[in-house]
């Protein structure tokens, strides 16, 4: 008798609708919370949909924030929502909504730029 070897498990389906991009762009944010101060991360990667950041600070899933990325001096404003948290590394996800045709250009001219694609 000859046994199969065992299969590795199904991956989950991807959700995003967009490649992530590795990069470490500076990120101010406030959130209704900690509204009277900015506090300050860094992405470990960004797409036109949302952002993977490294924070000490614990975020719940669904919690709205305002952000900026910093990149070049230039501060590119977006609102976004907390997609998911990973506390063992202090990693969190948001997702970008509301996003205008300007700071979604941006994003794509940013994107072009990292992966030497430009429009």
Do not use: K
């Amino acid at each position: 008798m000859t046994l199969a070897p065992e299969l590795p498990p199904p991956r989950p389906p991807e959700r995003r609708r967009e490649a992530r991009i590795p990069a470490r762009v500076e990120v101010r944010f406030t959130d209704a919370v900690h509204a009277a101060r900015v506090l300050h991360a860094y992405s470990l990667n960004f797409s036109l949909g949302g952002l993977c950041l490294r924070t000490r600070r614990p975020y719940a899933v669904g919690r709205p924030l305002s952000l900026s990325m910093v990149v070049g001096g230039e501060r590119l404003p977006l609102e976004a929502v907390v997609a998911w948290v990973r506390p063992s590394d202090g990693a969190v996800g948001v997702r970008f909504v509301n996003v205008g045709e300007g700071p979604r250009a941006r994003l794509a001219e940013l994107i072009g730029t990292a992966t030497g694609q430009h429009s």
